[in-house]
């Protein structure tokens, strides 16, 4: 296993989404983005889950000022990108407070709770029953 690459000045944010929870690590740099020890374009097939992690970023104009390093896990790529982008925007928070309105109004700061329901006893699912036959 190769040694990390990162500097001991990156400021570090937890995101989480669903089952997904990324550890975002950000540092001073060109705007490389690496997922996982992969580039985002090889992580990332869809250009929207690209574009979802990006939005704190282009909102902030630091887009090509730091360099992201991420480790995800969890959940599906969907919810991974979205936990990603809640690192982002938390490591972007400590970088600088002047960012918070802008990123609250964008809706970023907030972690989106929403999870599966668990499976009740006695049903198919969370909320569908078995068929219910009156003979």
Known sequence: MAAKTIDKNAIYATGRRKQAVARVWMMPGSG?????RRDIDHYFGRAT????????????????????????????????????????????LKLNANFRPAL???????????IKERK????????????????
């Not at 490389?32 to 996982?36: F, G, R, S, T």
């Not at 090509?64 to 982002?88: F, K, M, P, T, W």
């Not at 009740?120 to 003979?135: D, L, M, N």
């Open 32 to 36: 490389k983005i690496v997922i996982n």
């Open 49 to 92: 889950s690209k574009m979802v992690l990006r939005q704190p970023l282009e909102l902030t104009e630091t887009t090509e000022r730091y360099d992201i390093h991420v480790n995800v896990a969890g959940g599906g790529l969907s919810g991974q990108a979205d936990a990603i982008q809640h690192g982002i925007t938390r490591s972007l």
């Open 104 to 114: 609250k109004k964008g809706g970023f700061i907030t972690r989106d709770s929403r």
């Open 120 to 135: 009740k006893y006695g049903q198919r699912g969370a909320r569908a029953r078995f068929q219910f036959s009156k003979r």
